[in-house]
């Protein structure tokens, strides 16, 4: 593949557009934007990583992990797992260029109508979200590649096993849309990929060019238009200057951790924030507090999705959920891509009632660590759901065989991973220190879904007799505390500033009250998402990006152009480009 960043000191003083940030609502951006012939400055925090280059090993990514705590930072600031552990709910994203996408299960689904007829959108979009976003959801499927696990691959037993337990719940069940390749191709992006080889490795980086991450897609796309890329810019804060907007970045340092001595500057006529929930929410918070005029509501309807983790540890058949890691020779059995079914209870009376359940895989590189783990937690939280003299005896033979052998046995190798969402509040709030950020939401984890959902990944579990393992960080002792891998909100939409943060168009409110926005600034990612959708977000915030920016060339007279497929080929040096108007 060809390398999309450019080095920092080649960056231009002015462009006509900055996006910040380089996931789905950063690539969108970028891609729109070049598309309609505007000279394109992306900054992204982390670094470009090449397939090939995915940590697959426990030493790699132990190497490549950040932790973001009350009592400060740990870690390299360029590291791809990059945790915010926090008292009451902890999120993990990804850092890097691609942003989440990079260590997502890339798993593409709608809410369900009744999400958007919550108040909290605005009007423009309550009571018809999918209605008004189906010619983007489209569009965002056909970019990403969004299609199930392929009926002629070979058959996966966590697939199956997942099929046994909705079967034994009396529960809908199906194979969900996933952003992988199935087959050698050349992508309308001009990027060549390889069919997924099985490998569960998704959520640790794809090494083996099939899955559809915005590397693959938007990135290229927007660097093929004439896009600069930039990496390991950490972007500080935004101001209005005289002509136009001034971008304030920090240059992260190759070794690491230490960055240079001072800030630099990059300024553009238009801004599209898209850092993600977190990063977009810092950012636009530390402007406010340098003086940008913004909403009240910056930090505010803050969501985990009702992301709900659990185990159905030493189950009594195979499940086969252990990614290859460095095992690609042909001694792991094919795993799947992470997810590949879920069990589907959406279909409720009230939507706020409905959830549902997807089987995982665990990373091949964290495969040294799980025999003694999942002994241990089953230990502390465990309820088995079989028993009996003769299965006590098989679960222990199970356990030491996982022991002696590895995770690719035994009762490792029968663990089934469950990953739940439903409905949360949607009321913490982000609040800026000056080591970053802290999320607040007191009492989070007492919230009625996440026990539901509990209880049914219990019920799943008991279908393929294993020993349920809930979330071992939700538990008293810890203080209930929970972990999302799909934030939302800080920067929601909404019909005024004393509701909300942006307008339906992605336009950034430019007081506390009124309808009024600052010229030119957008945010673009899953921080403008108002309450937790149900399931995987992408989809959905991927959609709104598309319609944000669809609006903006409407809105400024541009030709927009997203179908035409891009090639490297037609990359001319943006030096030599004028700058348009």
């Keep these: 593949m060809t390398c999309l960043s450019a080095p920092i000191e080649s960056m231009n003083p002015r462009y006509d557009a900055i996006v910040i940030g380089s996931g789905y609502g950063g690539g969108i951006a970028a891609s729109r934007l070049a598309r309609a012939g505007k000279r394109v ?49 902890s999120v993990l994203v990804g850092c890097g260029l691609g942003g989440t996408s990079l260590i997502n299960a890339n798993v593409a689904l709608e809410a369900v109508d009744g999400v958007w007829d919550d108040e909290r959108w ?29 009926q002629d691959f070979p058959t996966l037993p966590k697939l199956e096993a997942h099929r046994k337990s909705a079967e034994a719940m009396d529960l809908p069940w199906c194979r969900v849309p996933i952003n992988v390749t199935f087959e050698d191709r050349l992508n309308w992006a001009g990027v060549a990929q390889k069919a997924c080889i099985n490998c569960g490795d998704c959520v640790s980086g794809c090494n083996h060019l099939a899955k559809n991450t915005t590397l693959m897609n938007y990135l290229p796309d927007a660097w093929n238009h004439g896009a600069e890329i930039f990496t390991e810019a950490a972007v500080s804060h935004i101001e209005r200057g005289d002509d136009g907007w001034l971008v304030h970045f920090q240059a992260l340092a190759g ?62 058949q195979e ?79 199970r356990a030491a065989e996982s022991w002696l052998l590895g995770a690719y046995h035994g009762a490792v190798n029968n663990t089934q991973t469950y990953l739940g969402m439903g409905h949360d509040g949607s009321n ?44 071992p960080i939700w538990t008293e002792p810890l203080g209930d505390t929970l972990i999302s891998v799909h934030p939302l909100g800080g920067c929601a939409m909404a019909e005024s500033a004393a ?58 007279g541009w030709t927009l152009d997203v179908h035409t497929p891009s090639s490297p080929d037609q990359r001319t040096d943006p030096a030599d480009q004028p700058a348009s108007t």
């Design 41 to 89: 400055c992306l900054l992204e925090r982390g670094r470009e990583i090449r397939p090939g280059d995915y940590p697959d090993s426990a030493d790699e990514a132990i190497e490549d992990m950040q932790f973001h705590t009350p009592h400060g930072h740990e870690g390299r600031r360029t590291a791809m797992f990059d945790f915010h552990v926090q008292e009451e709910i």
């Design 122 to 150: 605005p009007p423009e979009l309550r009571g018809a979200g999918n209605q008004v976003l189906a010619r983007y959801y489209d569009l965002v499927r056909t970019t990403l590649g969004s299609t199930p696990y392929p």
């Design 255 to 316: 070794s690491g951790a230490d960055c240079d001595d001072g800030l630099r500057t990059v300024a553009a006529d238009i801004v599209v924030v898209a850092a993600g929930t977190l990063g977009s929410t810092e950012i636009l918070l530390r402007s406010k507090q340098r003086g940008l005029p913004l909403s009240e509501r910056v930090g505010r309807d803050f969501s985990g999705n009702g992301d709900v983790l659990g185990f159905s540890y030493n189950d009594d």
């Design 319 to 397: 499940v086969n959920a252990i990614g290859f890691g460095k095992h690609t020779d042909g001694s792991v059995a094919p795993v799947g891509p992470t997810i590949t079914s879920m069990i589907d209870n959406r279909g409720t009376a009230d939507w706020r009632q409905g959830w549902v359940i997807e089987e995982g895989a665990i990373p091949g590189a964290m495969g040294m660590f799980l025999p003694e783990m999942f002994t241990l937690f089953a230990g502390l939280v465990g309820k088995d759901t079989d028993h009996g003299a003769w299965d006590w005896i098989k679960e222990k033979a």
């Design 428 to 471: 913490g709030d982000i609040e800026l220190t000056d080591d970053g950020i802290v999320i607040a939401w007191p009492g989070v984890g007492k919230e009625e879904i996440f026990d539901v959902v509990n209880d049914n990944m219990e019920a799943a579990t008991a279908a393929l007799g294993g020993t349920f393992i809930k979330d």
């Design 499 to 556: 509701s909300g943060v942006v307008n339906h168009k992605g336009q950034v409110f430019s007081g506390a009250a009124g309808d009024a926005v600052h010229d030119g600034l957008y945010v673009a990612d899953g921080s403008i998402v108002p309450l937790s959708i149900g399931v995987n977000p992408l989809l959905t915030l991927s959609a709104l990006a598309e319609r944000i920016m669809a609006l903006m060339a409407e809105d400024r």
